[in-house]
């Protein structure tokens, strides 16, 4: 299944040019490399629900598959990405949040700090990953191999469900 991917950078100094998006790369990267994912958008824009909420319409509108955001995820005041996402989203896919939460809790307590979700508009499946790149890896690993299966299931495509049936 050919995967048309955004990756959307959540963060008031990548924005501004002062920090490297190197979450953003790590999970373009994970995305060609792992499922064979075209990467048609890349976006880097500032903590606020507006243009986090546009930016993510936006990939929607382009028909991508799938949209993965990184950073905003925590609880500092400017930490929005959760409440723009929930913005977009019809459908949230709460297991995806919790598989990743419940495997990095496994590795540092902070891991339950995360507030990211999951969830579809339509057909494009949203993930809300943390700003850091070795949270980015982590997360992804644990739901990577879900992906496939969510976006074929999105898409009205695949058989049951059920293996052994």
């Known amino acids: 299944m050919a995967i048309k991917?955004?990756?959307?950078t959540i963060?008031?100094?990548?924005?501004?040019?002062?920090?490297?998006?190197?979450?953003g790369a790590v999970i373009a990267e994970i995305l060609g490399g792992r499922l064979g994912a075209e990467i048609v958008?890349?976006?880097?824009?500032?903590?606020?629900?507006r243009r986090i909420r546009d930016v993510l319409l936006r990939a929607c509108n382009l028909g991508v598959d799938l949209v993965v955001t990184?950073?905003?995820?925590?609880?500092?005041?400017?930490?929005?990405?959760?409440?723009?996402?929930?913005?977009?989203?019809e459908r949230e896919l709460p297991g995806f949040s919790?598989?990743?939460?419940?495997?990095?809790?496994k590795k540092t307590?902070?891991?339950?700090?995360?507030?990211?979700?999951?969830?579809?508009?339509?057909?494009t499946l949203i993930i809300n990953l943390p700003g850091s790149p070795k949270a980015v890896k982590e997360g992804l690993e644990v739901i990577?191999?879900?992906?496939?299966?969510?976006l074929e299931k999105a898409r009205g495509e695949g058989g049951e469900c059920a293996e052994g049936s």
Do not use: Q, Y
């Not at 307590?109 to 057909?123: Q, T, V």
């Not at 990577?144 to 969510?150: D, N, Q, S, T, V």
């Open 5 to 8: 991917a955004a990756v959307i």
């Open 11 to 23: 963060s008031d100094k990548g924005w501004r040019g002062e920090r490297e998006d190197v979450s």
């Open 41 to 49: 958008m890349r976006e880097v824009v500032p903590d606020e629900v």
């Open 70 to 89: 990184t950073g905003g995820t925590g609880v500092s005041p400017r930490d929005v990405t959760p409440e723009a996402t929930r913005e977009v989203i």
């Open 98 to 105: 919790e598989a990743m939460r419940f495997e990095g809790f």
């Open 109 to 123: 307590p902070h891991a339950i700090i995360s507030r990211g979700i999951c969830g579809l508009r339509g057909k």
């Open 144 to 150: 990577l191999p879900a992906i496939p299966h969510a």
